[in-house]
Structures are given as C-alpha cells and as structure tokens.
C-alpha cells in the first residue's frame, strides 16, 4: 500500500515566503541595500519614504495584510524603480495571495537589479517549485547555496528539490552536509530520510525519523514518515502506533485517520 501522499515532500508544507524578510523594516534603504548586495546610493528625502513605505510593507506582510502590501511596495517602487528589496517584497506578497505570475515577475526584477541578493534566489526557487518548475528551482538553489553557503536551510531546500528530481543520493549528499555542519538538523533528518524510503533502505530511513522525533516530539511529520517506512519493511503494528501518533497531533487529517483504519482492519484480518 503506498502512502506517499502522507509525506511532505512539497517545500510550501515547511516553509512560507514570509521568513524571507526578517528584520528589514530596522534597516535604512542604504543599509537595507548593503545587506541585500544592492548597490547603496546617498540618502534624500525620497530614499526616506522608499524605506519607510518598505518597512511598512514588510509589517503588513508579517501580518498577512498583502494587499495593503502590495500597494506600499508598489508605491515605493514608483519613488525608486530600481529598488530590488521593495520588488522582493511586493513579490513574496503576491506569492502569498497565489498570484504566481506576477510574483515571478517580480522576483526576475529584483534579480536582474542585484543579482548578487541570495534572498531573491531563495524567493524564486519556492515559487519555482510550486510552479512546478523543478530544473529553475534547483539553479536558484545552487545560487544561493554559491552567495551565501551557510545557509544550511537552503541544503535542505535543495535537498527536497533533487528528491522529486530523482537525484537520491546527491539530496543523501546534501544532508548530510547539514546533520555534520548545523545544530539545526530535524528538517535534514526527515528528508534524508525520505530519500532512503524512496530507495527502499527502510531501516535507515526509520533511524532518520526517530533522529527527528528525538530532537521535535510534537512534529506529526517525521511519525507519518516513519509509519510508512515501518508499513513498508512490514513492520506493521509499529506503523499503526505512528500513524496513530500522527493523528493524534492532527485529528482532522483525512490521509493520516484512512492509514490508521485501513492497517487497523488489515492486522485484524491476520
């Protein structure tokens, strides 16, 4: 009985667009600039209103208040139309609101404009992946990965990316970049380990879920990874108690209360 459908695998399940913009609204447009690797310009009264209609957008993002978003990006790329981080915003705004073509359009503008930014790539490499545009997405990665080579959620990301390629071992390879260089590893734990249950190497991939549940008990995912991973090597009752655990945390969903009644009536036909 196959269950991938309980897994993750689909980057928009870990990880929304809005973590991308922490801390902007502190900065000035210069300094904003500077720290994003856009080319800084001197400091006028319109610069003012661009950071302050930036900052305000970023709030309104945190707050899921898009529209009004979008129309203070907007505004403050009408006073600066080669301001990256106010086309970057607008964008992740757009995505949030599942406007997809124009927030790829406004990521390739925030790119074009300072391509040296690792936000943006790491921006259209999500939209990318929603699009479906695996190929684009896994570039992005690749970029990123080159700007700023620390930012180990971006091995996981890219990890995910290669997974749905079908490139197993290159996301192994990826994971274990994290799990030995990173003291934040549940997210590469649970994706290795859904490498190894796409490989079939079971046993692994279970050891990787139950690495996962050590570190996040109240985590449903790596419990409904693992319970397909012990349904699979046919570790049955262990499967049920996972799925169990999974529901537990997460009583309404549909995919998880069909596993626990389909292997429920399964162990008691044995």
Not at 155 to 171: N, T
Not at 182 to 196: C, L, P, Q
Not at 212 to 231: V, W
Request: net charge positive; proline share 2%.
């Amino acid at each position: 009985m196959k269950r991938d459908r309980l897994s993750f695998i689909n980057l928009s399940a870990l990880i929304t667009f809005l973590t991308l913009f922490c801390g902007l609204p502190n900065l000035a447009v210069g300094q904003a600039n500077a720290t994003l690797g856009v080319n800084s310009r001197p400091m006028t009264s319109r610069s003012v209103d661009v950071q302050e209609l930036i900052a305000s957008g970023k709030i309104k993002n945190h707050t899921r208040r898009f529209h009004q978003a979008i129309e203070d990006f907007s505004r403050a790329i009408s006073l600066d139309p080669k301001n990256s981080v106010a086309y970057l915003g607008r964008g992740i705004a757009l995505a949030e609101l599942s406007q997809r073509d124009e927030a790829l359009r406004d990521f390739d503008r925030s790119i074009r404009l300072a391509d040296n930014n690792s936000v943006s790539f790491l921006a259209r490499s999500y939209l990318r992946t929603e699009l479906g545009d695996l190929k684009g997405a896994l570039a992005d990665l690749n970029r990123t990965i080159t700007l700023d080579p620390y930012n180990f959620s971006a091995y996981v990301d890219r990890a995910m990316v290669k997974i749905q390629l079908g490139s197993y071992e290159a996301a192994i390879s990826d994971c274990d970049l994290v799990i030995t260089g990173s003291s934040v590893t549940k997210d590469a734990y649970i994706t290795r380990g859904y490498a190894f249950n796409k490989m079939g190497q079971y046993e692994r991939a279970i050891s990787d879920f139950s690495q996962a549940i050590c570190i996040d008990t109240k985590d449903s995912l790596p419990y409904k990874n693992r319970g397909i991973a012990r349904e699979r090597s046919g570790d049955l009752l262990g499967a049920l108690e996972d799925y169990k655990y999974a529901l537990a945390m997460e009583p309404k969903n549909q995919a998880v209360s069909r596993a626990v009644s389909e292997l429920s009536a399964k162990l008691q036909n044995y």
